[in-house]
């Protein structure tokens, strides 16, 4: 019995060694130059949600959602009781703090080295490599968007069928449902719209909606808007084929109900097209 569990046990160590993320200590970091009054933009291939600094000689923020900008700390002078001034002082290779950026699916740090600024060779941007990523354990049903793109390409790559699941055709327009596909807690709607007119499409907006099947005189439209949390592609104009892929959180709703999708172009345009889905049409997803 005491063997059988040793081997167990031995087992157990050697899966986590081979799965455990490999601890990181300061000489192993990569090293990114960063110079006085210069900015230093890092560029995450997904969006970060969060950025340490470890020291106050650095400073920083996020101008958007996947850049973060990072610049020395202006010298900071202040009165003492010696009356001294205060301020930094930084020689050509110090290391002057570590910076953390944490994405969706992974954490990537860097120790930054000043450079004065005599060094014409300053890198002033840098895009987050996969050798300085680690990956960060999370809930199995969240997807990085990074990974809900990957999922999307696979799909775009697919041909679409000659017989869409939906199809609405009007003012030389046709907007078709190619397909729905679902993988752990998300669904992912494939879309494709067909203009046969000379006049350009300028998209105003893709609206997704839940709304009541039948509408009754004497009661008001019940209508849920939904927003995809993600998209393939956020074009806004097409002269002759678009398609596109939008994710949504998993949903349900009851048969008296139709989700609609409504095609709306910019400015007073007339060219509106209406689509019901149908829930059953949801329910017969094919898996990615």
Same mark, same amino acid.
């Given at each position: ?5 040793? +081997? ?6 050697? #899966? ?5 993320? @490999? ?27 969060? #950025?340490?600094?470890? *020291? ?8 958007? *959602? ?16 010696? @009356?001294?001034?205060?301020?930094? +002082? ?9 910076? +953390? ?9 860097? @120790? ?11 890198? +002033? ?43 609405? @055709? ?67 104009? &097409? ?11 998993? &949903? *349900? ?18 060219? *509106? ?16």
């Amino acid at each position: 019995m005491k063997s059988i569990l040793y +081997t167990l046990l031995l087992f157990a160590i050697t #899966v986590n060694a081979q799965t455990a993320t @490999k601890d990181k200590i300061i000489s192993e970091l990569p090293e990114i130059e960063i110079t006085e009054g210069i900015n230093l933009h890092i560029i995450s291939p997904e969006p970060i949600q969060y #950025v340490d600094l470890s *020291t106050e000689q650095l400073t920083g923020d996020l101008p958007a *959602t996947s850049i973060a900008r990072i610049k020395i700390t202006d010298n900071q002078k202040s009165e003492e009781k010696d @009356k001294k001034v205060k301020s930094n +002082t930084f020689f050509n290779g110090d290391n002057i703090g570590i910076i +953390t950026v944490v994405g969706q699916s992974f954490i990537a740090q860097y @120790k930054a080295v000043y450079r004065n600024s005599e060094n014409l060779n300053t890198v +002033t941007n840098i895009h987050i490599q996969p050798e300085a990523m680690q990956p960060i354990e999370f809930d199995k049903m969240i997807f990085s968007n990074l990974e809900l793109r990957k999922f999307a390409m696979d799909i775009i790559q697919k041909k679409t069928e000659n017989n869409p699941i939906r199809l609405e @055709k009007d003012f030389n327009l046709s907007f078709q449902l190619n397909n729905v596909y679902v993988i752990s807690d998300y669904i992912f709607i494939d879309m494709t719209f067909k203009n046969r007119s000379n006049l350009s499409y300028d998209i105003e907006g893709l609206k997704f909606s839940i709304e009541d099947k039948k509408i009754h005189k004497a009661t008001n439209n019940q209508s849920i808007e939904m927003t995809p949390l993600f998209q393939l592609n956020p074009q806004k104009h &097409f002269k002759k084929n678009f398609r596109n892929i939008y994710v949504f959180k998993k &949903f *349900t709703y009851p048969n008296s109900k139709v989700m609609m999708i409504r095609l709306i172009e910019e400015q007073f345009s007339g060219r *509106t097209i209406e689509m019901k889905v149908n829930y059953s049409d949801v329910l017969k997803a094919d898996t990615l």
